[in-house]
């Protein structure tokens, strides 16, 4: 029948998207969803998928206007399919589009489904955050470490949170945890490392902040930040070469647009000069 040929011309057309997905050829791909659609409206699958094209899209424009695209796909896919793998991805695009309420609804009915969504409790967290709701929030993500301990993002958020609530003992309980679960994770443990020496930063702990600040740096020695905070903390410690050392690293590493932070380095740096401090 006509029907028949439509929803095989629709399957021909997904199955050539998909293999040029693979093979990041995204453009070519979004165009086979794009006709997969035509030949058959009601095939999931090609709406998602081409939700998926528009992410990555999204992701590396920056752009709302391509969130609220991958959204309204993704929303073509749950209305014909509500499985909660969909409603997540159409909570993700209107999150990241601004569209927060609408979001969390759909986050919402996701976990009623599956529960043991840990994405969903993380958008959960950074929502209730945003709204300062710290006591649900602090649940949302302490949930998400529960269902994925080997996943950064809940430790991340959740201590974060803590450092700026000034919840220092809670903040090191987590992200000392988080230590001890990442283990695999390099990338993670650099961050997790840089915030564990903010809270040391906090606490006027120097020693600790130079430890944390340097096992951050030894997982990315890209990171200009990390040499700055512990330029700052060699410094309290008195360690004139060392700051010197961090400081000059940092600004030969460092955005020469960023004259703001530049010129606050050059005073660091003049403070530790004898013949610097003379001249002002």
């Given at each position: 029948s006509c029907a028949d040929e439509k929803y095989k011309a629709s399957m021909k057309s997904l199955n050539k998207g998909v293999k040029a997905a693979q093979g990041k050829e995204?453009?070519?791909?979004?165009?086979?969803?794009?006709?997969?659609?035509?030949?058959?409206?009601?095939?999931?699958?090609?709406?998602?998928?081409?939700?998926?094209?528009?992410?990555?899209?999204?992701?590396?424009?920056?752009?709302?206007?391509?969130?609220?695209?991958?959204?309204?796909?993704?929303?073509?896919?749950?209305?014909?399919?509500?499985?909660?793998?969909?409603?997540?991805?159409?909570?993700?695009?209107?999150?990241?589009?601004?569209?927060?309420?609408?979001?969390?609804?759909?986050?919402?009915?996701?976990?009623?489904?599956?529960?043991?969504?840990?994405?969903?409790?993380?958008y959960l967290g950074r929502?209730?955050?945003?709204?300062?709701?710290?006591?649900?929030?602090?649940?949302?993500?302490?949930?998400?470490?529960?269902?994925?301990?080997?996943?950064?993002?809940?430790?991340?958020?959740?201590?974060?949170?803590?450092?700026?609530?000034?919840?220092?003992?809670?903040?090191?309980?987590?992200?000392?945890?988080?230590?001890?679960?990442?283990?695999?994770?390099?990338?993670?443990?650099a961050r997790i490392f840089f915030l564990l020496g903010r809270v040391y930063d906090e606490k006027r702990d120097w020693e600790a902040s130079v430890e944390s600040y340097t096992a951050s740096i030894r997982r990315d020695p890209d990171s200009a930040v990390s040499r700055l905070q512990r330029g700052l903390a060699y410094k309290e410690l008195g360690e004139r070469k060392r700051a010197l050392n961090d400081f000059t690293k940092y600004k030969a590493m460092s955005d020469a647009r960023d004259r703001a932070a530049l010129r606050i380095v050059d005073k660091h740096i003049c403070s530790l000069n004898p013949k610097c401090m003379s001249r002002e």
């Open positions: 995204y453009f070519q791909a979004g165009e086979h969803f794009k006709r997969s659609v035509a030949d058959y409206r009601d095939n999931h699958n090609a709406w998602f998928m081409w939700g998926e094209i528009e992410t990555k899209q999204a992701i590396k424009s920056k752009k709302k206007e391509m969130w609220l695209s991958a959204a309204e796909k993704y929303k073509e896919a749950v209305k014909r399919q509500g499985n909660p793998a969909y409603l997540m991805k159409l909570g993700t695009a209107q999150f990241e589009a601004g569209r927060k309420e609408e979001a969390v609804q759909n986050f919402r009915k996701a976990l009623e489904k599956w529960p043991e969504l840990f994405e969903a409790h993380l929502y209730y955050r945003d709204q300062f709701e710290m006591k649900q929030a602090a649940g949302s993500f302490t949930r998400a470490i529960e269902l994925n301990p080997k996943n950064r993002n809940g430790y991340l958020a959740l201590g974060l949170m803590y450092l700026d609530w000034d919840m220092l003992d809670h903040a090191l309980k987590v992200l000392k945890n988080a230590e001890k679960q990442l283990q695999r994770d390099e990338n993670g443990l």
